[in-house]
């Protein structure tokens, strides 16, 4: 199950995370199993309703009456674990309550053996900043992210949202930053459940790519030969801040198994890859902004992680 992505949405109350889900279920991961857990303070799940119907959602949990990041572990795994028996998605939502905390629930999907994609933060652009006064687990959530979601920017004038934009860099210079109104996110992006068709597409070279209006590109690099670990990680870690995105099949010198890697806004992580690892060429996918002035660089980085055997 470890295999699983998952992606957690969170933002304070009334930042728009159902209106992003809605979003990005009408406009995008089409063609993927997508189940959706869901946490609700109170009795009644609200938010469920708007999203249960869509044609992506092939599963959708709700966890009600507490905050998922602190009282309902044992449920929360239960609802997972049913998720997985039921419709093995390839892709699982955590919709969190606008007062959690992301940080627990990070470690709670560890524990229920799903792979951290990415955290997407949501904030509200007429009303992050007094609402950071109020309650510091605003500050918590966007310090978390990966993306950083700044929503309904139709509702400030330019000083505002510019004082929006240093309010979020200065608790998070990792994240890749969005503005947008009514939740309109590129979801090939923030929801890494893409980077398949992406690897195709860049394989075959120029040609339509509908991240390309956003100025995104991507292309693969490939070898046959295993990679030093060290090595590889310290090319991970020196990526172009441009570099928003890159995932593939990995094989390394100190073990048997190929494994998966994801790396996401500065953050990475492994994963075993359920294939021997004799069957599978090491192949990653990088994607980002001015992808092919990085390209050359990338390329040999890559070539000094390989091991000559």
């Given amino acids: 199950m470890s295999t699983i992505a998952c992606d957690i949405v969170t ?4 930042s728009g995370k159902t209106t992003l889900l809605k979003h990005v279920l009408q406009h995008g991961l089409q063609g993927r199993k997508v189940a959706i857990v869901m946490n609700e303070l109170g009795d009644v799940g609200i938010d469920g309703r708007v999203l249960t119907g869509f044609s992506a959602v092939e ?9 998922i990041c602190c009282s309902v572990t044992l449920q929360f795994t239960v609802a997972i674990h049913e998720i997985v028996q039921a419709v093995r998605p390839q892709i699982i939502i955590l919709e969190t309550t606008g007062v959690a905390d992301p940080e627990p629930l990070i470690h709670q999907a560890a524990q229920a053996g799903l792979a951290l994609d990415a955290v997407i933060a949501v904030v509200d652009a007429a009303e992050v900043l007094a609402l950071d006064k109020k309650a510091h687990v605003v500050r918590r959530q966007v310090e978390a992210a990966d993306f950083v979601v700044i929503n309904k920017v139709d509702l400030v004038d330019e000083k505002q949202l510019g004082k929006v934009r240093k309010w979020v860099e200065k608790r998070n210079r990792r994240a890749l930053v969005f503005e947008t ?4 996110v590129p979801s090939d992006l923030l929801f890494g459940t893409s980077v398949g068709r992406l690897r195709a597409e860049a394989a075959a070279g120029p040609g339509h790519n509908h991240l390309a209006e956003d100025g995104i590109s991507a292309f693969v690099v490939e070898s046959a030969h295993r990679l030093e670990r060290k090595k590889f990680e310290k090319l991970l870690r020196g990526l172009p801040d441009d570099v928003y995105r890159a995932k593939g099949v990995v094989r390394f010198t100190d073990g048997p198994a190929a494994q998966i890697f994801n790396f996401t806004c500065g953050r990475y992580d492994f994963d075993l890859f359920p ?6 060429r090491t192949q990653a996918v990088f994607i980002g902004r001015d992808m092919e ?3 050359p660089r990338i390329v040999k980085d890559l070539a000094r992680c390989e091991a000559r055997e």
């Fill in 181 to 184: 109104t009514r939740g309109a």
């Fill in 275 to 280: 294939l021997d690892a004799s069957e599978a």
């Fill in 11 to 14: 933002g304070f109350l009334g």
């Fill in 59 to 67: 599963k959708m949990v709700e966890v009600d009456s507490g905050c």
């Fill in 293 to 295: 002035s990085h390209r």
